[in-house]
């Protein structure tokens, strides 16, 4: 996806902000007859898929936009959607000069306003009540435990497709610390497990008609991760592998350096350095959900420290990038926040400091949190994860062979034929958590 990094000519852009995606993709057309860098022809080629993409993030026509928001928040008086639109509090954007809203837009709002979260019911406040329970636990010398986690996930194609063979590929538990062992206990079709060290994946087959379904059943058992640190005995000797730049997102931009300097001033000690790092992102980058990766054309980490704003994964991200900047080895981990109540994908980071070896970082969890259960996500992790992935931008086994859903990672599942990939709105997924015990 090196590609994304390469500007688009200011004919298009100017259509797509305006909303106009068809005028946009005639120009495409037309320029994709001509002589064309290789790079730029990537580029152009894949902004077609790129608009798809983006308008199936905004399904929402002005009409169902406002019944979804006075069905969802309690108390809503007459007007205060037009107000919140006028305010630039709900995200939207024009096609085809009609408003369409973002798919999550409502939830969005919660994050920005602590009125709206109070209006708005979901499961939040239990399961943020389970797990700071326990991380206070923990906090408060209670010793690391283990957990024996039983799960089921699905995927299930909506519509016939016009082709021979369907292609899945599943998340699965790596067995890897803290996950100390997993193994399949049902599957419905014969599988091939992936012998990728840096993502697993379950990968199976089947005919590409509607309510086909692809499930398994599996197991692991998880620690959590308590990490002591003495910053006097941290050493500056460092591997060098997870300092390098990735492409499209992870880009020392001028600005990120510039504020990477700032943050970290004159501190020469690289866990003081990480741990300014997370402090500032905790502190000014607020969650919010994001619109799926591959539709940003800009760097995620540039999006936001200049929002002020992101989702787990840009949170994580931002935390990498930084660390890398500041020389300190630091890469990427992801798959499922799972817990007895549901289960939904996650990301969060790892950092490096000798002689402690990686260390875990949740900007994101720790963002939500103050005081001593902030403190706690740096260094230390809770054992409500299943792990699939632990490095960013890692190709599949097998290969897959047109650009993914998630070009980056794979936390609910991919799909293709021999002729295209299937994107997200034509299948669903779904996680049950069967079990969630400690272990003796």
Not at 268 to 288: D, F, G, H, M, R
Not at 290 to 305: E, R
Request: proline letters at 5%; glycine letters at 4%.
């Amino acid at each position: 996806m090196n590609f994304l990094s390469v500007l688009l000519p200011e004919e298009i852009v100017r259509e797509e902000k305006a909303g106009n995606f068809e005028t946009a993709k005639k120009i495409l057309k037309e320029r994709l007859s001509e002589k064309l860098p290789e790079p730029l022809r990537k580029r152009f080629e894949y902004e077609f898929e790129r608009i798809d993409r983006i308008v199936k993030d905004y399904p929402y026509d002005e009409r169902k936009a406002e019944d979804l928001f006075y069905k969802s928040i309690n108390h809503a008086s007459q007007g205060e959607f037009e107000h919140l639109v006028q305010n630039g509090m709900l995200d939207y954007m024009l096609i085809d000069g009609k408003r369409y809203f973002e798919k999550r837009f409502v939830q969005n709002l919660t994050f920005q306003s602590a009125d709206y979260a109070k209006r708005y019911e979901n499961k939040r406040n239990e399961v943020r009540e389970l797990v700071n329970g326990r991380i206070s636990e923990l906090v408060n010398g209670d010793k690391p435990r283990r957990y024996t986690v039983t799960a089921e996930e699905s995927l299930t194609l909506k519509k016939d497709l016009d082709a021979k063979l369907l292609k899945c590929w599943l998340p699965f538990p790596m067995e890897k610390s803290p996950i100390l062992s997993a193994k399949v206990i049902d599957c419905d079709h014969d599988y091939k497990l992936s012998s990728k060290s840096e993502n697993v994946t379950l990968y199976m087959e089947d005919k590409p008609q509607v309510g086909t379904t692809f499930k398994v059943k599996f197991e692991y058992t998880i620690e959590e991760q308590i990490s002591k640190v003495d910053p006097l005995k941290v050493s500056k000797n460092v591997p060098k592998r997870y300092l390098k730049e990735i492409p499209p997102h992870i880009v020392f931009s001028p600005y990120v350096k510039s504020l990477t300097s700032d943050i970290v001033g004159k501190e020469e000690n690289p866990y003081l350095k990480a741990k300014k790092i997370y402090e500032w992102i905790t502190q000014n980058v607020k969650y919010s959900y994001m619109h799926a990766y591959s539709t940003y054309d800009v760097s995620l980490v540039d999006f936001a420290i200049s929002n002020l704003k992101g989702d787990c994964g840009v949170q994580a991200l931002t935390f990498i990038t930084m660390c890398r900047i500041a020389g300190i080895p630091s890469r990427w981990e992801s798959g499922w926040f799972i817990n007895p109540i549901d289960a939904s994908p996650h990301d969060w980071a790892y950092f490096y400091v000798k002689p402690y070896g990686w260390l875990p970082v949740d900007p994101s969890f720790g963002g939500s949190r103050s005081g001593e259960l902030r403190d706690f996500y740096f260094g230390n992790l809770d054992a409500f994860r299943m792990i699939a992935n632990s490095n960013f931008m890692v190709d599949f086994d097998p290969p897959k062979k047109y650009i993914r859903s998630d070009p980056y990672d794979n936390q609910v599942g991919e799909l293709e034929t021999e002729k295209e990939n299937i994107y997200y709105g034509d299948f669903e997924t779904k996680i049950d958590v069967i079990s969630f015990q400690k272990s003796l």
